[in-house]
């Protein structure tokens, strides 16, 4: 099955700091880029994602940067917070082409953000 | 924003006996739904899509007579772990994709979680 990696397993930074999640992956037919927030105890929610037809895009805080040639995408989050706090995970979609939202996660990056 | 919830949030049972786990669309319609399991520390791992109106889809690896799979209606999953045992102890989760304002086909829209411990 493709896969995608993701790096760090465990990130620590201080607040006011930038935090960065790398993940690569394999299928050039992937469309779509998500990036999930969880905390413990709680279902993953949806942060932001991106489409291939561009090379970043930024909501507040959180900024994914999409370099296609070389099939990686990140996540930054800038002025990182304590309540930034969780485990992130990369998805892209399961299979060659979109099953309807079927996705496949990254290995997740464990952050903590020290005050 | 679309909210997918799960009952119970957390059950404990006996080995041997079977739990259901319900997964629900609240605010929007989901002909598939798909749940996935998640081990302490670790990643989501897909387990199977739930298909309103027809068998679900299982991933590689998963029993289907180990969990079995209902999509009763199109905001109700059921998720049922027959004969469990300390090994199924675990972290359920379902989500459904949702076509809302401010997201695509693709958003999918996570339950909260079923925590799962067999004796």
Redesign the interface.
Known sequence: QQQVKQSPQSLIVQKGGISIINCAYENTAFDYFPWYQQFPGKGPALLIAIRPDVSEKKEGRFTISFNKSAKQFSLHIMDSQPGDSATYFCAAPAGYYNQGGKLIFGQGTELSVKP | GAV?S?HPSRVICKSGTSVKIECRSLDFQAT?M?WYRQFP????M?MA?SNEGSKATYE?GVEKDKFLINHASLTLSTLTVTSAHPEDSSFY?C?A?GNLAG???????????T?LLVL
Do not use: A, D
């Open positions: 997918v799960q598939t798909f520390k670790k990643s989501l897909l899509t590689q989760i989500s994709p997201g695509t086909s693709e958003t999918q829209y996570f339950g909260p979680g925590r």
